[in-house]
């Protein structure tokens, strides 16, 4: 996950927004994805987003994809605690197989 | 509605002994997947497969081999354990043509080498 970076930790309370960012560095990346991890259990796919789209919205997601910047973010409107996760970036890059991943942000939501 | 399952769910083993993870999928799944989590690094790969017989290495291959008889089961064995294995290790798979390239993780197996 060297080439896909995110910050460690995010906080935030209960009915804000969150948003975490990802860079990456391989401007061949066909799709970009968000995946979610709960305490104890696999990854979870959130939402993924195509490399010729600015951005995705799926309810409370936003995805915004800036691909001259090679900067991706999550936005999730109204933070649950139900949200306290890790989420990962990963990327697809073109002629391979398996995906890329970021080393996960985790996000705590405070009452 | 089986999904992906992974067994067993906690392994304690000791430094050169060999150990089997094993990885099932219902769906019929053409690729295969092992990943390794670590605290700052991430999910890194270790071996992927295309189909039965057909294996290839990932980022961090050394010290694991992997076979595929089955397109249902895809199992990871450390021929001789290491302290630096210790991990979390998850099994997903994705369909064949599948562009957008959706992965479908296992809960994943917590191994520890003493």
């Known amino acids: 996950g060297e080439d896909v970076e995110q910050s460690l930790f995010l906080s935030v309370r209960e009915g804000d927004s969150s948003v975490i960012n990802c860079t990456y560095t391989d401007s061949s990346s066909t799709y970009l994805y968000w995946y979610k991890q709960e305490p104890g259990a696999g990854l979870q796919l959130l939402t993924y987003?195509?490399?010729?789209?600015d951005m995705k919205q799926d309810q409370r997601l936003t995805v915004l994809l800036n691909k001259k910047d090679k900067h991706l973010s999550l936005r999730i409107a109204d933070t649950q605690t139900g949200d306290s996760a890790i989420y990962f970036c990963?990327?697809?890059?073109?002629?391979?197989?398996?995906?890329?991943f970021g080393s996960g942000t985790r996000l705590q939501v405070q009452p | 509605d089986a999904g992906i399952t992974q067994s067993p769910r906690y392994k304690i083993t000791e430094t050169g002994r060999q150990v089997t993870l094993m990885c099932h999928q219902t769906?019929?799944?053409?690729?295969m997947f092992w990943y390794r989590q670590d605290l700052g690094h991430g999910l890194r790969l270790i071996y992927y497969s295309a189909a039965a017989d057909i294996t290839d290495k990932g980022e961090v291959p050394d010290g694991y081999v992997v076979s595929r008889s089955k397109t249902e089961n895809f199992p990871l064995t450390l021929e001789s354990a290491t302290r630096s294995q210790t991990s979390v290790y998850f099994c997903a798979s994705s369909e064949q043509g599948a562009t957008n390239e959706k992965l479908f993780f296992g809960s994943g197996t917590q191994l520890s080498v003493l």
């Open positions: 769906w019929s799944h053409s690729y």
């Open positions: 987003i195509f490399s010729n789209m």
């Open positions: 990963a990327e697809k890059r073109a002629g391979r197989r398996a995906l890329t």
